[in-house]
């Protein structure tokens, strides 16, 4: 009898010790805290965390008007201790604060974490390299954003911490540079270091995007300057696209710090995307390719597949509440730090190929894909190189118009005025140009900028020394203009627009739409 009660103290005893030890490990991943954005109906937000054997977890999601109570599932991993737990929440409209619970019972203990201030919308993820990271005090009117931003208490802030991993990582281990947070002058980046937060484009588009929806925009800013798409891409989107040899980039031994990021393939997709798999997202956004001008023949497959691959994963790590096709947004490349105006450069490859060689998103390959078109807003004197433009506000305001029409269905005008037909006239060697099937109002700033391929043959190569200027001379309709070439003893076969590294001055391209002013893309075509 006297031993019987014995051990009941002692399992009693080690039951408390036991439990306290539980409840202590039960905890939520890194990205989530007070002041989120979770992703609003119809989706599912989802809530993880880390947890054991013992321990029950519960998660209380609580505005003045309901309050509602899950259960999580938990599973083990084997021969551990330590388990996953996690909730998948109904889907919720946009809006709040919300206070979230998180009530983990073991034994008799209870551990209770409190988020406050959650808020449901929508979850944008801002990725790339240098030009993503750039920040906003380094952009145009940077200073005036800073102080503006408090402006925008529903527009939230994360940014993820530059680290590399060798292995996919499930949560952020080298942490935050900070947590979610209400924009303000600290907390959009006002004393930290250049390039690190917070992403002014990521703001400029999330800021616009506020302005239009009304509704709180979550943003999360997980880039690195100086970064090949290599590195943001998982294995097998490399040997889907042949490109597993290991990519040698030179540096520019001007860049210091983070604008020489890691070149080793996958391992910021390890350590800066995949630990979001779990987290339901509205969509992505991206400024990258820059790193990839050495060779940029791979970036047609690269880019198309890194994107499918990201939207697959993305939808099965949340269980079906990611969009399987979810929106993704993209800069098209500016300008380069080292323009050579005869030369042609590796610029309009690597554009052509963010398009897949269509010169305009969406397209039928790249469907639920946007794009800002940047090669006007030309930068040469910034103090982070031409490379750097500092006008990230027309950048945001541009992709937040394309956003807005293709993610959210509005109708604005959101590309600039595209090539839809071409008419050579052999008499007065003249091609007329009509845009978007006379649907767009065209307004011509410049007269230079449009090639003419004279050959013999019926192709012309990028590098083909045939290409001669052909100059602006007309503009019959609101929605077509004429150019005016020579070919000596040739034919015209093909034409191509802004086909340079840098060809333009500041908004100063050849062909604009009437309607917001934006500049028509670069193109090449063969005329028949
Ligand atoms: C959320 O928590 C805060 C801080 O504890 C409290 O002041 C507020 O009333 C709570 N809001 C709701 C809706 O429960
Ligand atoms: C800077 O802000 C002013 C006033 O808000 C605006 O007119 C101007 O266009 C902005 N500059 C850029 C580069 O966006
Ligand atoms: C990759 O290589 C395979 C086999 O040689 C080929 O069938 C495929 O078209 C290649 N893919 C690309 C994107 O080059
Ligand atoms: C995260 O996603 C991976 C891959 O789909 C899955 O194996 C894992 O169970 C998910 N974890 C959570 C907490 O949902
Ligand atoms: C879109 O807007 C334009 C210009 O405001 C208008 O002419 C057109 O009818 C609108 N289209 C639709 C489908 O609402």
């Keep these: 009898m006297k031993m019987s009660i ?10 408390i010790f036991v439990g306290n030890v539980q409840a202590e490990t039960c905890s939520l991943a890194s990205y989530y ?10 989706q599912n937000a989802i809530l993880w965390g880390y947890t054991d054997v013992k321990t029950t977890v519960q998660v ?50 209870v551990n209770t974490i409190y988020l406050v201030d959650v808020m449901f919308g929508d979850v944008w993820v801002c990725s790339g390299q240098s030009n993503m990271a750039f920040t906003v005090k380094q952009a145009f009117n940077g200073s005036e954003e800073l102080i503006d931003s408090v402006k925008y208490p529903n527009v939230r802030l994360l940014a993820v911490t530059e680290v590399t ?3 996919p990582d499930y949560d952020f281990n080298g942490g935050l540079y900070e947590p979610w947070s209400r924009p303000n002058s600290d907390s959009l980046g006002g004393k930290a270091p250049t390039f690190t937060y917070f992403s002014a484009l990521c703001w400029f588009f999330g800021r616009d995007l506020f302005d239009s929806l009304q509704y709180p925009i979550g943003l999360i800013s997980s880039n690195w300057g100086g970064t090949p798409i290599e590195v943001w891409s998982a294995p097998n989107v490399l040997q889907q696209c042949n490109a597993t040899e ?13 604008l020489r990021g890691p070149q080793t393939p996958t391992c910021l997709w390890n350590s800066m995307i995949h630990p979001m798999l779990n987290f339901t997202i509205k969509g992505a956004i991206w400024y990258q390719g820059e790193a990839n001008t050495k060779n940029p023949a791979p970036y047609k497959c690269l880019f198309h597949a ?29 300008t380069s730090n080292s323009p050579i105006p005869e030369t042609v450069g590796p610029y309009p490859t690597l554009r052509w190929h963010q398009t897949y060689d269509y010169g305009y998103v969406p397209n039928s390959v790249m469907k639920n894909v946007f794009m800002a078109v940047g090669i006007d807003l030309v930068d040469k004197t910034s103090p982070y190189g031409p490379i750097h433009p500092r006008d990230k506000e027309d950048m945001g305001t541009r992709l937040s118009l394309a956003g807005r029409a293709v993610v959210y269905g509005q109708n604005v005008t959101f590309s600039g005025p595209f090539p839809s037909e071409f008419t050579v006239d052999t008499k007065t060697l003249t091609v007329l140009i009509k845009y978007d099937n006379g649907n767009a109002n065209i307004r011509i700033v410049g007269k230079i900028g449009f090639e003419i391929c004279c050959s013999a043959s019926t192709t012309c190569q990028s590098d083909d020394t045939s290409w001669v200027p052909a100059e602006v001379v007309s503009q019959p309709t609101p929605s077509s203009l004429t150019v005016s070439y020579y070919c ?10 802004l086909w340079r590294d840098m060809p333009c001055t500041f908004k100063g391209c050849p062909v604009y739409s009437v309607e917001n002013n934006l500049p028509g893309a ?7």
């Excluded at 209380?60 to 599932?73: G, L, P, S």
């Excluded at 290991?246 to 983070?258: A, F, N, Q, T, Y």
């Design 6 to 15: 014995c051990w009941c103290c002692v399992l009693f005893l080690i039951g």
């Design 33 to 42: 805290s007070s002041h989120m954005v979770l992703q609003q109906q119809p």
């Design 60 to 109: 209380r999601v609580q505005d003045n008007v309901q309050d509602k109570m899950y259960k999580a599932q938990t599973g083990f991993k084997p021969f551990s201790t330590t388990a996953i737990w996690k909730v998948k929440l109904d889907p919720m409209p946009a809006g709040g604060p919300y206070n979230i619970t998180v009530i983990c019972q073991a034994f008799t203990v």
């Design 165 to 167: 991993s060798a292995t």
């Design 246 to 258: 290991s990519i040698i980039l030179e540096h520019d031994e001007k860049l210091e710090g983070s």
């Design 306 to 334: 890194m994107i499918e691959d990201w939207r697959l994963k993305w939808n099965e790590g949340t269980d079906g509440s990611t969009d399987p096709q979810f929106p993704f947004g993209f800069m098209q490349l500016s």
């Design 488 to 497: 000596y003893k040739k034919q015209a076969v093909s034409i191509r627009y």
């Design 522 to 528: 670069p193109f090449v075509a063969t005329l028949s």
